[in-house]
């Protein structure tokens, strides 16, 4: 029996052993593993850049981003120093557009320590482009969230940095550096990013380049204010034509069905002579998704009508396809209408059903789900206070230019929000 026991000893053991030398070699065959996947991303890194080295200009240099790093950043838990008052760089506080003054107090975890002229780079939601130059703090200690990669040195100009790290050259290679499942997780790691290079040209250049970016980009944003002020203020006209045409005309109340011809029928044969139209909070749309099976069944949107999607009418997808529109199809699961002539003007029950009251209407509709479906039968029992068939006209023909108009200005933002990245391809390629 003793020797039993012993054998049955041995032999766990002998188990136990194998099991723990098989979970050693599984975690070195994961860090093995692990570190072919960093080197792997170094070497993609790397590749980019090699790819991208293109001949600057006469005294330029590619310089790391390592050798704007520092070491070490110190850190602080604030809320040891309940009293003091601290200058705070957070991700809000940038999107706010200024750093926020913050009570030790009120600061629930530990920050970085930054000094004024160092560069911050957000890793955190990294397609989002936030950089920043730590400004001067008289008598106060300046912080900053953890989320911010700390770029500290004296070979550039600080400026000149940020702008570098806002350039879509940085940004392709920065993009490549993000570890995560996506969104808020997503994250750039700082040790792939002090792989990338930036061009650097000596300090003198650096200056009178940054100098000239910030005063081209504070026009660009004077530029992009006022283009956003006109594009909101066209597009609140449609709100006033339809309150002045309700107060001047002559009213009545009316059931939707009793106003609004649905299109059922699909366009058959000739769908392939269309664009597929989508609906969209912005309005009328190009289809994301291509035709699907069936495409016959899509339904005609040809001058002049409404269509909407119905699991998203909550949230505003509603279009219009004016005389100034392609005629185009859209999904067969689409509510396409059309106003009653001599009834309701399409055009003007368009602006009417995007104001304020349509959404009052929609909300009345709805059971407070936002996928909930609203098809026709359910929007035709909704109740709508017109007023006459000539008033509605008038006020129609006025809103017939601001489509027109919206677009026009619209093309116009995008064009400015294009420069800064085209004014920054010339400034890094020394072409200022």
């Keep these: 029996m003793a020797c039993l026991r012993v054998l049955r000893r041995s032999r766990r053991n002998s188990l136990n052993e194998d099991k723990r030398s098989r979970q050693a070699h599984g975690m070195a065959r994961y860090r093995g593993m692990r570190t072919a996947m960093e080197h792997t991303k170094k070497s993609a890194v790397s590749t980019v850049q090699s790819d991208m080295k ?4 006469d005294g330029w240099r590619w310089v790391k981003l390592a050798e704007f790093m520092p070491k070490k950043v110190g850190s602080i838990d604030p809320s040891m120093d309940p009293d003091e008052a601290f200058v705070l760089y957070s991700i809000p506080s940038f999107d706010r557009g200024e750093p926020d003054t913050v009570f030790g107090k009120t600061v629930g975890s530990t920050k970085q320590i930054v000094r004024s002229g160092d560069v911050l780079l957000s890793k955190i939601v990294p397609h989002i482009r936030r950089t920043c130059v730590v400004g001067n703090a008289p008598g106060r200690r300046i912080i900053a969230s953890t989320e911010w ?9 600080s400026e000149y940095l940020k702008y570098a790290l806002a350039d879509d050259d940085f940004h392709k290679e920065f993009m490549d550096t993000t570890s995560g499942v996506g969104g808020s997780l997503l994250r750039a790691r ?3 990013v002090a792989h990338i290079e930036i061009p650097l040209p000596p300090l003198a250049e650096q200056r009178r380049i940054a100098g000239i970016l910030k005063e081209q980009m504070a026009a660009v944003d004077k530029a992009r204010k006022a283009a956003q002020e006109r594009l909101e203020a066209a597009k609140t006209l449609p709100d006033s034509f339809i309150w002045e045409s309700l107060k001047s005309g002559k009213k009545s109340k009316r059931f939707l069905g009793d106003c609004l011809v649905e299109v059922r029928k ?8 269309y664009p597929v139209l989508g609906a969209t909070r912005n309005g009328l749309a190009l289809a994301k998704e291509p035709v699907g099976k069936n495409p016959e069944r899509y339904k005609l949107v040809d001058p002049v009508t409404v269509f909407y999607n119905p699991m998203r009418i909550l949230l505003g997808s509603i279009a219009v396809v004016d005389y100034s529109d392609q005629a185009g199809i859209t999904s067969p699961d689409y509510v396409v209408i059309k106003g009653k002539e001599g009834i309701l003007d399409t055009r003007w029950f368009y602006y009417w059903f995007r104001s304020s009251k349509g959404a009052h209407l929609i909300d009345s509709l709805s059971r407070g789900a936002v996928r909930e479906r609203i098809l026709f039968n359910r929007l035709s029992v909704g109740n709508i206070e017109i007023p006459d068939y000539e008033t509605q006209l008038h006020a129609s023909r006025h809103m017939a ?3 027109p108009i919206v677009e026009k200005i619209s093309n116009e933002l995008n064009i400015i929000n294009a420069l800064p990245a085209a004014l920054l391809r010339q400034a890094f390629n020394g072409e200022l």
């Design 401 to 403: 230019y601001l489509n």
């Design 266 to 273: 699909g366009v058959g044969k000739d769908w392939g002579k």
């Design 190 to 192: 700082p040790t792939l």
């Design 149 to 157: 990669i700390v770029f500290r040195t004296d070979k550039a100009e």
């Design 54 to 57: 293109r001949k600057l200009p």
